[in-house]
């Protein structure tokens, strides 16, 4: 069992991979942090090997970050991501406000 970081990225304004398990890895802490002066929303999904973001793997949807604010994302805590499975995020509507990090291990 080895501590990483799995992410540490700017939300995308369309659903991209921001880490791709390699082999079993469970997140243990995630963070949004919005440091620009406008409100935003962030989407997240946890996509198994071969599928896509949608309803069916969303974990976080249009969830509000406040301008300055930072969120924990503990839904996400404890989950495990399947090698060739992916963590994907979208921001609502800036690229470059939303930083998320994510840290986690490999089992």
Known sequence: MSKIQLCQTQAPL???AAFTADILTVIDAATVCNPTGTADTLSVWLVPSG??????TAVYFGLAVAAGGSVSLS???NHAI??????HLEAGTSASAL???????TV
Request: charged share 5%; net charge positive; glycine share 20%.
């Open 14 to 16: 369309s659903s991209s």
């Open 51 to 56: 599928g896509s973001a949608g309803a069916a």
């Open 75 to 77: 839904n996400l805590v």
């Open 82 to 87: 399947q090698a060739g499975g992916s963590l």
């Open 99 to 105: 930083t998320v990090t994510i840290s986690g291990r």
